[in-house]
């Protein structure tokens, strides 16, 4: 049951990489990850299709190591269909026959509905148990929360949870806040998106936008905003888990096996979680927030107890 | 149960059918006044919410009481209107109810169509209501056929709204393959993002569209004076900066200046408003069954402006779909009523993305 999850069977996932990284890199990294605590992998590319470091059997290569090292795969897809290529790509990984999926929009939910279970992505909007009760019907078995919703909506929601269905939270990392048909990357470079020249594999942790004060504001990531706030919820893990089964970190170009082992030890309770959030905060350069998590701005950083 | 509907059920298009569809002006209508401007200038549908966070509009002063609905529908009635009603925000736990009880009164008025996003209250529509017309709101994020399809088989949506990402080709593509017809936006103010997958504002002020129903709420905003500049802030943050003789944008957050790789200027997208007269025969072509105008939050002459220029347009455009050029005096009112006094066809044209 949701409600009775204690820290000591919290799982760790690791996201999908955010970033256009080059092909070697996401292999050494997802290389080093099958030696860390963490106990599920999303992989695959869920920002832009025009990404493409690796090939489709690379990545199952990639999926099989980490199945062999003992983590649970998930694939993860496009949060942004608006091709029919993106269409058919999709329909290859909803249909792959070995691994589960994450959809991270309806299209992907509609080739997935009754045919396999699946995960719902942060992506898919899902504010409410009713919400949530007509994708379980459709084979919805896990779904992670959207990024705004507080740990107050939460316990509501655990009310009418239906049995036996995860909850995942996004626990570490810069938050995705919004989409678009254009890529502010190759704005900044004064292209198109059309003549991107994939621009954006300069920018491993995405490309900062400042606020003419230089307050590190949002970054940019090809057609993807997110936070320049790492969003960290550590401090949840310290304690008994209000109904979060799953706490996801999300990949950065450095430290992501840092991160995974602090949260790692604040699970099981080698390290106190004011002391994992000191160490943390000296891995994001731009700051941390939770705001949403305690009903507040999501760049807002509030202490543990603050906030319903 | 519902009323019965005025409104006859679209039925899946196919491309022999596609010309003759009626391409419909869907206009907005934040109080009395816009919807009686909308209507006296051409409208076929007008789009209206209730006066709370149970639509994407949730402005101060805005919108229809239980009251002014009545008052609504009959004008509209009267006229041959038809009227649609946006409950197109996400309801949390604790506040379900409000989404419901939105759902029956429209239900209960007999309106001809409703604008919904959220799956849960689709589920509740559907259920409690089965004859009542549903519409995907673009607040959905329906971008692709297969997104469409879903709503459209699980849940009887009848026609989608589509966001602003697509380019007309695209556009076309989702059009050929979708089980139901398609709206998409026409003219007004430009959402840059995913309708439905921003939270830009919700991260900065803690209130967002999907679920409080406004970007960048008024309460948020602050103007301050500097000696020589015009500072726009949202929540603290600081949004843009202007000389003291040069217009200052409201302080939505994709139409800021900041700072990218040492340059500063409009970083995600200038203060401008979408206009699609120039492709319009195209959207007519592709088989688009109806164009909206953005701007319930707007005023009444605004929206008779607007309505009256897309209506005047959309005529032209169907008795002469090959020769159809716009008028420059549609253009320059159009262009007048645009933030920043500018215009653009977004992602409709592939160089803007």
């Known amino acids: 049951m949701s409600t009775a999850s204690t820290r000591a069977c919290a799982r760790l996932s690791l996201g999908p990489i955010q970033y256009h990284w080059p092909g070697e890199k996401i292999l050494e990294f997802y290389h080093a990850i099958e030696s860390t605590p963490v ?56 249909t792959n026959g070995r691994f589960a999926v994450e959809a991270n929009d309806m299209s992907a939910v509609q080739m997935l509905a009754g045919e396999t279970d699946f995960i719902g992505g942060a992506s898919l909007n899902i504010y409410n148990p009713r919400a949530l009760g007509k ?73 900062m936008l400042s606020t003419r004060e230089n307050e590190s504001f949002l970054v940019l990531n090809g057609i993807q905003t997110q936070s320049a706030r790492v969003h960290n919820l550590v401090h949840e893990l310290s304690g008994p888990v209000p109904g979060i089964d799953i706490f996801r970190i999300s990949p ?46 999501g760049m807002a950083s509030c202490s543990a107890v603050c906030g319903p | 149960m519902a009323r019965a509907c005025r409104y006859a059920q679209n039925q899946p298009v196919n491309s022999s059918e596609r010309h003759q569809i009626a391409m419909e002006l869907v206009c907005p209508a934040g109080n009395l006044p816009s919807l009686k401007a909308a209507i006296d200038n051409g409208a076929d549908a007008v789009y ?81 209501w089965p004859e009542l017309r549903l519409h995907l709101s673009v607040q959905a994020s329906a971008t692709s056929h297969e997104a469409v399809r879903f709503y459209a088989e699980r849940f009887g949506v009848k026609r989608a709204v589509i966001p602003r990402v697509l380019s007309v080709k695209q556009v076309e593509a989702l059009v050929s393959n979708s089980p139901i017809p398609i709206e998409v936006f026409g003219f007004g103010s430009l959402c840059v993002m995913v309708e439905g997958r921003c939270y830009l504002s919700s991260y900065v002020t803690g209130q967002g569209p999907n679920t409080f129903g406004a970007c960048s709420p008024a309460s948020f905003v602050r103007w301050t004076e500097t000696d020589s500049k015009l500072e726009t802030r949202l929540n603290g943050v600081l949004i843009d900066r202007v000389d003291k003789d040069e217009h200052a944008g409201y302080p939505t957050i994709c139409k800021g200046r900041f700072e990218v790789n040492g340059k500063t200027g409009y970083a995600i997208e200038e203060p401008t408003s979408l206009n699609t007269l120039p492709i319009l025969p195209e959207l007519l072509r592709i088989g688009v069954a109806a164009i909206k105008i953005e701007g319930r939050q707007r005023s009444p002459a605004y929206v008779a402006k607007a309505t009256r220029v897309m209506r005047a347009a959309i005529d032209a455009c169907k008795r002469d779909p090959e020769n159809f050029i716009p008028d420059q005096a549609w253009l320059a009112q159009l262009t007048s009523l645009s933030e920043g006094a500018q215009t653009t066809l977004g992602a409709y044209q592939r160089d803007w993305q």
């Open chain 2, 48 to 128: 209206i919410g209730f006066k709370d966070e149970t639509n994407a509009r949730h402005f101060a002063g805005l919108n229809f009481d239980n009251k002014k609905i009545g008052q609504c529908l009959a004008y509209a009635r009267s006229h041959g209107t038809r009227v649609y009603v946006a409950i197109n925000t996400y309801p949390q736990p604790d506040n379900f109810t409000k989404w419901e009880g939105a759902v029956d009164q429209a239900a209960e008025y007999g309106v001809d169509a409703l604008i919904l996003a959220d799956i849960g209250v689709m589920d509740y529509a559907a259920h409690k």
């Open chain 1, 39 to 94: 106990d599920i992998v999303y992989l695959g590319e869920s920002v832009c299709s025009k990404r493409r470091s690796l090939r489709v059997r690379d990545w199952i290569e990639v999926a099989e190591r980490l199945q062999s090292a003992g983590k649970e795969v998930v694939l993860s897809t496009l949060a942004l269909l608006e091709a029919n290529s993106e269409l058919g790509m999709l329909r290859r990984i909803c």
């Open chain 1, 252 to 297: 950065q170009s450095e430290h992501t096996e840092q991160v995974i082992s602090v949260f790692d030890q604040v699970r099981s309770g080698t390290l106190d979680a004011n002391e994992a959030s000191d160490e943390l905060e000296s891995l994001a350069a731009t700051g941390l927030c939770n705001g949403y998590w305690h009903s507040e701005a």
């Open chain 1, 135 to 207: 994708l379980v019907d459709m084979g919805l078995m896990r779904w992670v929360m959207p990024v705004e919703v507080s740990k107050r909506v939460l316990s509501a929601f655990l009310e009418g949870m239906p049995a036996g269905i995860e909850t995942e939270v996004f626990a570490w990392g810069r938050l995705p806040l919004a989409y678009s048909a254009r890529c502010y990357t190759a704005r900044a470079h004064k292209i198109p998106k059309d003549a991107c020249a994939y621009c954006c594999i300069d920018y491993p942790d995405g490309l």
